[in-house]
């Protein structure tokens, strides 16, 4: 009997033993998507974006440069082509303008204009400011496991707050084990898919890896290929940098 009552006391030892490390294991979206978030973005950004956008069948070509501070601070000046040269955009939180040397003076946009397509087809300013994966969403996450059960991927499934000033339906986000930002599909309202971006030619920046190719593919079938060039993290950034007058060139 007694026997019985220390077998029966190892087993329940053992499922509690068992029950606990899966908890433990088991991740936190919240932790995986601020983990993922950070590799993607750091507390502060800048770098030169080569765009090659095919709309209709057209290649136009569109050179920026971004600086952000968090993920609700960015200034996008365009570089190239000459005719758009000095126009740009800043995002100080849910506020947004546009100014172009033409008009002169900067103009205030709706806080959804984040989300538009900034040349008519693939990204955004959000995403060219690195602030797709903002704190505008609930997360969900699921592991993705090989052929012996080793965690290959998360999977992030991200729905808008409410209220929150954004136009999809939903975010799936897949990221490697070491959070690296590997493919975004975005989707609308009704659950159909507007565009899926895949990111590729990583490099090693800091301790962290980094892709700087990114390929969207909107679901009309208009494609871009982005290329980040000379990313830089953590910079002496903070509030006061993103101003209207730094917009409009006279800082």
């Not at 090659?52 to 440069?65: N, P, R, Y």
């Not at 690195?130 to 999977?155: F, K, R």
């Amino acid at each position: 009997m007694r026997i019985r009552v220390l077998l029966g006391v190892l087993i329940l030892t053992m499922c509690v033993a068992v029950f606990v490390q899966a908890q433990d294991a088991a991740p936190d979206a919240t932790q995986v998507l601020e983990q993922v978030r950070s590799r993607w973005q750091g507390d502060s950004f800048h770098a030169v974006l080569e765009l090659d956008i095919v709309l209709g069948g057209q290649t136009k070509s569109h050179v920026l440069e971004v600086w952000t501070y968090g993920d609700d601070h960015a200034l996008l000046r365009i570089r190239q082509p000459e005719i758009d040269a000095g126009s740009g955009y800043l995002q100080i939180k849910d506020e947004l303008w546009y100014y172009s040397p033409a008009v002169g003076t900067s103009i205030a946009l709706p806080a959804f204009g984040l989300t538009d397509a900034l040349f008519g087809a693939g990204p955004s300013i959000g995403d060219l400011s690195q602030g797709t994966l903002s704190d505008d969403y609930e997360a969900s996450v699921e592991v993705i496991m090989d052929d012996v059960d080793a965690p290959t991927n998360y999977v992030l499934t991200l729905i808008p707050r409410p209220d929150a000033p954004v136009v999809y339906g939903k975010l799936v986000v897949t990221a490697s084990v070491d959070f690296v930002i590997r493919e975004a599909v975005y989707y609308d309202q009704r659950g159909e898919v507007i565009r899926t971006a895949t990111f590729g030619g990583t490099i090693i920046l800091g301790e962290a890896v980094f892709p700087t190719e990114i390929e969207i593919v909107d679901a009309s079938g208009d494609r871009t290929v982005e290329r980040i060039v000379d990313p830089q993290f953590d910079l002496d950034l903070d509030e006061t940098f993103f101003t209207l007058e730094r917009l409009e060139g006279v800082e």
